[in-house]
């Protein structure tokens, strides 16, 4: 079972209340989901299950201006698992140990309250090449967990000026508690670190290296404790509303249905009607062989339809390690089964590499992957 919630608005839906424009708007159950195994979701509660106060860490990244660094906001890990032993939920348990032990459970926990090495890797160039947020409608971003790449592109829309145009954020992930509890808190924490911040709330610790190993100078971490109440909710939502950014949740195993919640019939009048751009982002996501075919599939049915409903450009960007040691997985295991799923007329999968690490460890690849029309005019390289 996947389910979706959303923060959709207009400015006539703010209310005083803190739920104000969160609202369930689909489930479905299928048996073929991710693995071929039934996957499960909790219905995501929203703004109402954030707890009073939340610790955080700061992830300072190099726009495509020069010289100009984009403030990132990330829930601390210690924080989460004081939540998970706070509820006392039945699955919390195996939760907080694959959290302390950094094990992965397939269908039960895909490691998604850690920042992995490719999402900084795939944050990094979607601001490096500017990927143009004024003619982009929709940006879907699949195993999302700590969303640093969506949180990249939102904090430099939160720079542009208000009301631009309509826009909206799509993040999926396996867990739904993952959603609830990072996801969810590292919007919010972006958000207020952008617009809104304070020196009374925060701690600095400028002389820290920045998450996940990085040593670089950009990357120095602040720290510190937000308080939140209703008010800071309601001005969230407001500013959102105001802006014309329209986030959405959706938990669950890739599959079918999945890209209906993603792409139905509720989304297709206002895309069709912009002709703006479309980015699919994942990172992470690849390392399993047997969810391969699953996220192969997804992948060619979100471009494939995303592309038909809009006259804007529809890619997606795909970060991995070469190769997934002990696991299988890896960038050759990956395009192998891409290339295996079945195209229709006048389709053509288009394969190209935007990036490549080799610098540390175990070589990590940015793969941009699209869907081109041969019966058009338009030219494209595969690789």
């Known amino acids: 079972m ?26 479905h159950t299928d048996d073929n989901e991710k693995n071929n195994n039934t996957s499960s979701a909790d219905n995501l509660p929203g703004t109402s299950s954030l707890p009073s106060q939340i610790a955080y860490n700061t ?3 190099e726009s495509s201006s020069k010289n100009e660094f984009l403030t990132l906001g990330r829930r601390e890990i210690f924080d989460v698992r004081t939540q998970l032993m706070a509820e006392d939920a039945p699955d919390h348990d195996e939760l907080i140990s694959g959290l302390e032990q950094g ?41 999302c967990g700590t969303a640093v790449p ?20 799509t993040l999926a992930d396996y867990n739904s508690t993952v959603l609830r509890m990072v996801t969810l808190p590292n919007l919010l924490l972006t958000w207020w670190l952008n617009t809104r911040r304070t020196t009374t709330t925060t701690t600095s610790q400028g002389d820290d290296n920045g998450g996940d190993g990085s040593t670089e100078e950009a990357q120095k971490t602040d720290e510190g404790e937000l308080d939140i109440d209703s008010d800071l909710i309601n001005a969230f939502l407001t500013d ?34 912009t002709g703006r751009n ?42 991995a390690k070469k190769v997934y040691f002990g696991v299988g ?55």
């Open 278 to 319: 479309t980015l699919v982002l994942a990172s992470e996501t690849i390392y399993a062989p047997s969810s391969l075919d699953a996220f192969s599939q997804t992948l060619v049915q979100l471009l494939r339809r995303a592309q038909a409903r809009n006259s804007g450009k529809t890619t997606s960007l795909v970060a």
């Open 150 to 169: 969506t949180l990249a592109l939102f904090a430099r829309l939160l720079s542009l000026p208000e009301g631009l145009m309509p826009f909206r954020f």
């Open 329 to 383: 997985g890896g960038i050759d295991e990956f395009l192998h089964v891409l290339r295996q799923q079945p195209l229709q007329d006048n389709e053509q999968l288009d394969i190209r590499e935007s990036s490549q690490v080799t610098s540390e460890g175990v070589g990590r690849i940015i793969l941009e992957v699209s869907i081109h029309d041969t019966s058009t005019n338009t030219t494209s390289t595969r690789t």
């Open 240 to 273: 959102l509303a105001i802006r014309g950014i329209t986030i959405e949740f959706i938990s669950g195993g890739w599959s079918p249905h999945f890209v209906d919640l993603v792409l139905g019939d509720h989304h297709d009048a206002q895309a069709s009607s």
């Open 59 to 61: 992830l300072k990244l």
């Open 103 to 143: 094990d992965l459970k397939p269908n039960f926990y895909e490691g998604g309250f850690k920042t992995w090495e490719c999402a900084l890797d795939l944050a990094r160039l979607v601001l490096a090449t500017d990927q143009g947020e004024a003619d982009m409608a929709h940006v879907i971003e699949l195993g």
């Open 2 to 27: 996947a389910s979706m919630f959303s923060f959709g608005f207009s400015g006539d839906d703010i209310e005083d209340d803190v739920d104000a424009g969160v609202t369930d708007t689909a489930t």
